[in-house]
Each structure stands twice: as C-alpha cells, then as structure tokens.
Nanobody, 122 residues
C-alpha cells in the first residue's frame, strides 16, 4: 500500500511559477514510479510527468516539456513538480500517482492522491 498527499496548488498569474509536492508513505521503497497527472473540467485526466523512485530517468508530456520539472527527495519521501511559465491552459486539478510500472494513462496507476487545484489566470 502507498499513500500519497499532494500540496502546493493555488492561484497564479500567467507566466508565474508554482511547486507542487507529493509526500508518499507506506510501501514506497525501491521500485515505484511516481507520476503527476492533471484533469481540467470536462476533460480526461492526462499524464504530465513521471520519475522513478530510485533511478534518475524523467518523463514529460510534450505540452509541459521545458516548462515543468519533476524531481524527488528520497530522504523526505517527496516528489516535486516545479511548474514555470504557467499558462491558463495549465489550469486543472493535479494528482500524484504511483505504481510499479511506468504508464501514460491514468488507468496504469493504482495509487492516487486527493489532488490539488492549480488555477492560472490570464
């Protein structure tokens, strides 16, 4: 079992920055991929970025590559999503997810946090 708790969302102007945090507890050692997804009103939940809990590989959706950065602090059991140059179209609820394998679909992930709202005003 893995428990995930997100924080760091809020309201920001276009061009601004936010950093989201995902604190993991439970069975987190060694083999999990942790991903960020987002869901805007009326749209499907979409992949944003992912990182392995131990290995250094990172993965990004094309829409955020070069603007967002995913990282982790193993000592704090925390995965971060640094979001720069935010756009109104980045407005969504952002979710942290974890599973043993890497996937691009929300259905690939078994463990989820409750989500944190990010709103970017124009």
């Amino acid at each position: 079992q893995v428990q995930l708790v997100e924080s760091g969302g809020g309201l920001v102007q276009a061009g601004g920055t936010l950093r989201l945090s995902c604190v993991a507890s439970g069975r987190t050692a060694g083999t999990y991929f942790v991903a960020w997804f987002r869901q805007a009103p009326g749209k499907e939940r979409e992949f944003v970025a992912a990182i392995h809990w131990i290995r250094s590989n990172t993965y990004y959706a094309g829409s955020v590559k070069g603007r967002f950065a995913i990282s982790r602090d193993n000592a704090k059991n925390t995965v971060y999503l640094q979001m720069n140059s935010l756009k109104p179209e980045d407005t969504a609820v952002y979710y942290c997810a974890a599973d043993l394998t890497l996937g691009w679909s929300h259905s690939d992930y078994h463990y989820w946090g409750q989500g944190t709202q990010v709103t970017v005003s124009s």
